[in-house]
């Protein structure tokens, strides 16, 4: 007898985290794997950040903080919208959960209601999706190839609104594409929202500070829709923090309050420790964020003229982030050694049993011709990996 609830029997296992297990289960095994799966800096945090939080211990913040975060962060967090962003919010529209991905799935669960519609631009990070089951709602797809730069356009919103339509999920700098939208391309789309006052827009930037265009732009600059604007942000990413679990939302008041019940009932507030860290990477020498975007900038720059000289794989040039989403579908129906490639999930998993690199179908990112791959490691590691995925591929008939 089945005794798991419908709504966790709805859900689908992460294809980032199955693919990264994999890859851990060949190395366990003796097997020299380059993991190019999961999507996290390949840096150490930095040591003032570190230090603030040994300091955080000694001073006893070992006791449960505010259920929306210490108000010294939440001030910090104001500051940097302010400072970074142009953007003002009070320390009561600022809530800090366990991560960005709980402050997505908080508003999520706060604003939809079942069977309402989220828009989710394709390709998308593996979560949203499973989200919006999680409120009952219903995921709208509008798909943007890469000859697209895997970007919509607001004649694709507006012909995907309908009278259900809850929010539009908007992640820029983008995973799984490492696509950037520009001011005029947010603009087009501020246009469209504004024509749709029940839509509201949950701006995913979590990979802000990761970008090579210069300025960082949001959607909530635009004082059309800024009131129906929640801004999902945190430290994982930008700082290498990804283990700290922080992230965090700017919201109109009543989104913010919502989210903050919603989490005193299920988690409380997050670490106190880790808290009292991103104070630290939101107020010390902001250096460290512009020498892992450097490193980053030069590994794009590396994967992309690499990729691109394999035959049969279509690269764009990825403005942020650290991901590429070659379009691969020119090896879809091939095969190998009496292995047929039916899916791009085939052919990650023939590239980690035949190339010993761990990669991402992109059918798990609703792009089923393409494959996520993080440069979020070393340049050696990427010219050695792509020299291997050169080689795997050749051998498909």
Request: proline fraction near 5%.
């Amino acid at each position: 007898m089945d005794l798991l609830s419908a709504r966790l029997t709805a859900l689908s296992p992460s294809e980032t985290f199955a693919m990264a297990q994999k890859s851990n289960e060949l190395k366990a095994s003796g097997i020299d794997v380059i993991n190019m799966s999961v999507g996290e800096p390949d840096f150490t945090t930095p040591e003032h950040i570190k230090q603030a939080a040994k300091k955080a211990i000694d001073d006893n913040f070992s006791f449960y903080s505010p259920v929306a975060g210490f108000p010294d962060l939440k001030k910090a967090v104001c500051e940097k919208l302010k400072n970074e962003n142009g953007l003002e919010y009070t320390p009561a529209q600022i809530v800090v959960s366990g991560g960005a991905k709980q402050s997505l799935c908080n508003v999520i669960l706060s604003i939809v209601d079942k069977d309402e519609e989220v828009i989710i631009p394709a390709p998308y990070w593996v979560s949203y999706p499973e989200m919006v089951k999680l409120a009952e709602g219903k995921s709208i797809f509008v798909y943007a190839g890469i000859e697209k730069d895997f970007k919509i356009t607001p004649q694709q919103l507006e012909e995907a609104i309908t009278p259900r339509t809850k929010a539009l999920i908007l992640c820029s700098p983008s995973n799984p594409t490492g696509s950037v939208y520009t001011k005029e391309e947010l603009k087009a789309l501020a246009d469209v929202l504004d024509q749709h006052k029940q839509v509201y827009v949950i701006a995913d930037e979590i990979y802000e500070h990761i970008n090579y265009i210069g300025q960082h732009e949001s959607i909530a600059q635009f004082d059309s829709i800024r009131d129906r604007v929640i801004v999902v942000n945190g430290v994982s990413k930008g700082y290498a923090m990804t283990g700290w679990r922080i992230g965090w939302i700017a919201a109109p008041q009543w989104i913010a309050s919502a989210c903050s019940m919603l989490q005193g009932q299920y988690t409380s507030g997050p670490s106190s420790i880790s808290q009292k860290a991103a104070l630290a990477a939101y107020t010390g020498d902001q250096s460290c964020v512009g020498e892992m975007r450097t490193a980053f900038e030069r590994r794009r720059n590396l994967i992309v003229d690499l990729l691109g000289q394999i035959p049969g794989l279509k690269v764009n040039n990825p403005m942020g982030a650290f991901y590429i989403f070659p379009e691969c579908a020119g090896y879809i129906g091939k095969s190998y050694n009496g292995k047929a490639i039916k899916t791009a999930t085939d052919l990650a998993m023939y590239l980690l049993e035949e190339a010993h690199v761990a990669c991402v179908g992109g059918d798990a990112f609703g792009a089923p011709g393409c494959v996520r791959l993080s440069y979020a490691t070393s340049d050696e590691n990427i010219t050695e990996a792509v020299a291997r995925i050169a080689a795997a591929l050749e051998k498909l008939t």
